[in-house]
Structure formats: C-alpha cells, structure tokens
C-alpha cells in the first residue's frame, strides 16, 4: 500500500499541474482574437510566470519520484520476486487441492493479485499524467511567445520528455508490465517446481 500511496500522490500532483496548464491553453485561445501577444509585455509576463512555475514543480516532482525510488528499489525487487513466488505456490497448492480446505489460500491468491494490480495501476496512472503534460504543453501557441519564454518550453519540453516511473534497474516497473513479470515469474517458479516434481 505504500508503494501505490507515493504513486497516487505523484500523480494527483502531476493532474494538478496538467490542470493549471489546461488553464492557460484556454486564456491562450481566448486572448488570441484580442490582442497581438507578440507585443504584449503583460501577457509574456504571464507566461514566464506559469512556465517558471510548471519547470520548477514539475522538477520538484521528479526529485521526489527518484529520492522514492532510490529509497526502494531493492525492496521493489524484492516484493516483485517474492510474490512471484508467493502467487506460484499458492496456485499449484490450489490446483493440488479438490475440496473446501482450499478456499483460505483461494482468498490470498486473490487478494493478493488484487494488490499487485492496484500497485500496478497507480504507477501506470502516474506516468499518463507525465505524457498528458508533455502533450499540454506541445498544445501553447509558442509562435507568440518571445525568446525567452520559447526558452523556458523548450526546457520543460525536454523534462517531461521521458515520463517519470519507478523502476528497480530495468528489471521491473511499477506499472502495468509489472503484472506481466510477476506472470512470467509465476510461469517460471511452477515449471521449476513440476520439474523437480518429476524427478
């Protein structure tokens, strides 16, 4: 649950953000039939504004998500290969099993598929939000813009290039593939398992 409370906090940040530019994307449109912006001094003052306040949050964000996941990616790797093998035991001990004594570890098996996908989820929800941002802020009209304010998007364009993620040295991240590993994980750990078995 602490893995999804940090991704659900990154991401209601993020959705923050996309909010407040969504915000100006409009004042955008609705200024462009009323005034040159190309020699409005007030109106680029406007936006160097916003910009500096998007770069510097969205930066923040960022530290905050590689501090986290520095802080955990070992124990991100450990939680991935452990309930691999957690998911891999209780299925061929349900298999195994015909009658009603199975139902206790029926519930694990479920529950704790349900955590994995919830966990999951809250990373893969994070990084939409990081590419809704990037698609945002590809939306300004920069062609009004001055030099300087190009500057500053081109510069948060380049942050939010890659979106953020948690991930534990390539070998999994906290999103919607890390189902598919812990499957694959599973797949494994019951092959070894029935191969043993059968010697």
């Known amino acids: 649950f602490l893995l999804n409370y940090f991704m659900l906090n990154f991401k209601f940040s993020l959705e923050m953000l996309n909010e407040r530019m969504e915000l100006l994307i409009e004042k955008e449109h609705h200024y462009e039939n009323l005034l040159d912006r190309g020699e409005s001094i007030w109106y680029q003052e406007v936006v160097r504004k ?22 955990i990616k070992w124990r991100f790797f450990y939680t991935i290969s452990t309930s ?70 081109l510069m948060f364009l380049i942050q939010t290039k890659r979106p953020i993620s ?23 750990y019951i092959t070894y398992m029935e191969s043993i078995k059968n010697i």
């Open 50 to 71: 916003e910009m500096l306040y998007f770069l510097k949050q969205f930066v923040k964000i960022k530290e905050a998500a590689n501090r986290y996941t520095e802080s």
């Open 84 to 153: 691999g093998f957690t998911f891999a035991c209780l299925l061929m001990y349900v298999l195994a099993m015909k009658n009603i004594e199975i139902l206790p570890q029926l519930e694990y098996l479920i529950t704790g598929i349900l955590i994995a996908c919830l966990v999951s989820e809250g990373g893969h929800q994070m990084e939409q939000e990081c590419d809704k941002l990037f698609i945002n802020a590809q939306s300004f009209k920069w062609y009004y813009w001055n030099k300087s304010n190009r500057q500053l998007l």
């Open 166 to 188: 948690v991930s534990c040295y390539g070998f999994a991240s906290q999103n919607r593939s890390m189902i598919l590993k812990i499957s694959r994980m599973i797949h494994v």
